[in-house]
């Protein structure tokens, strides 16, 4: 593994209630995504970071938080849990080289299965 | 029409056989392609890259890219029971967002 570990990786809560899930990396990688992976529609992404207090929006980022205080860290908060955020969150990380961003490969954590009731 | 779009399985062969899988995507200015396997319940991990038209060969796996017809394929020689997956290709632009199809899930009977 790449070193990425994601916590918690089993999380159960009840509709309306706050949830942060965090992601730790030790490659000292500049990129971190967060994705979520339902049956039927693979991964989606939620929302990256291109450096520490740099993020940007996703494709499914309605309803999500992030934040990256440090290069390590990139959390995830759902600020008010809904039943259709059932699902299985990845961390993923990649690095830069000289070819550029287009190059890189993404490397995932273990991944968060997290459970709205 | 999604941006990146795989045959649709799942996709059965016997042991020994060769696996095909296909992936088409929509966005001209995509510059990197990934092929990632994902066994049940664990993360995806990375099995091919490739950046130009042509083939790229590792071991059992074969990776062919066409830009002209936006089309990345994937084929598995001599395919094994442990090939059994759901494997997802992904296509990556210079913005360095990448998009992933839903994957197809291949068994190989022994």
Same mark, same amino acid.
Request: hydrophobic share 25%; proline share 4%; glycine share 10%.
């Given at each position: ?5 994601? !916590?918690?990786?089993h999380k159960v809560t009840e509709t309306g209630t706050p949830v942060t899930l ?96 | ?24 995507? !929509? ?24 950046? !130009? ?58």
């Open positions: 593994d790449a070193g990425i570990t994601q !916590s918690p990786r965090r992601c730790h990396q030790t490659e000292n990688h500049r990129y971190m995504y967060w994705y979520r992976q339902d049956p039927g529609h693979g991964l989606r992404l939620i929302h990256y970071s291109y450096g520490v207090k740099d993020t940007d929006k996703g494709e499914v980022s309605d309803g999500y938080s992030v934040s990256r205080s440090k290069t390590e860290d990139f959390l995830l908060t759902l600020e008010s849990a809904t039943s259709s955020q059932t699902s299985v969150y990845f961390c993923a990380i990649s690095g830069t080289s000289g070819g550029g961003l287009g190059t890189d490969t993404q490397y995932f954590g273990p991944g968060t299965r997290l459970t709205v009731l | 029409q999604k941006e990146v779009e795989q045959n649709s399985g799942p996709l059965s062969v016997p042991e020994g056989a060769i696996a095909s899988l296909n992936c088409t995507y !929509s966005d001209r200015g995509s510059q990197s392609f990934f092929w990632y396997r994902q066994y049940s319940g664990k993360s995806p991990e990375l099995i091919m890259s490739i950046y !130009s038209n042509g083939d790229k060969e590792d071991g059992r796996f074969t990776a062919q890219l066409n830009k002209a017809s936006q089309y990345v394929s994937l084929l598995i020689r001599d395919s094994q029971p442990s090939d059994s997956a759901t494997y997802l290709c992904a296509v990556r632009t210079n913005a360095g967002k990448s998009t992933f199809g839903d994957g197809t899930t291949l068994t190989v009977k022994p």
